[in-house]
């Protein structure tokens, strides 16, 4: 969506976006980017845009920088805290 909308702001020509995820867990020790202990597992999720429409390497790049900065990446590298409730019916 935020792709999208900064596409159709820009007046580029997009026919579509698809956004491709996969979720593994791996040890900390065997993930070159992460700074965690050796012996934990850590989240690594896998982001793949395909954009088709005909853009030059100049906004392909823009529009890499911008899915990095959407609100659902940010909330997820922050590492969101979940707080659970169960109530009774």
Known sequence: MTLRLYADRKGWPIESIT???SHG???ARDCEECEEADNVMVDII???VVV???LDVEQLERLHE???RCPVQRTLEGGPKILSE???A
Do not use: F, Q, W
């Open 19 to 21: 956004v491709e995820l």
């Open 25 to 27: 867990r791996v040890h």
């Open 46 to 48: 896998h982001k793949r």
């Open 52 to 54: 088709a429409g005909d």
């Open 66 to 68: 911008i899915a990095d």
């Open 86 to 88: 169960l109530e009774a």
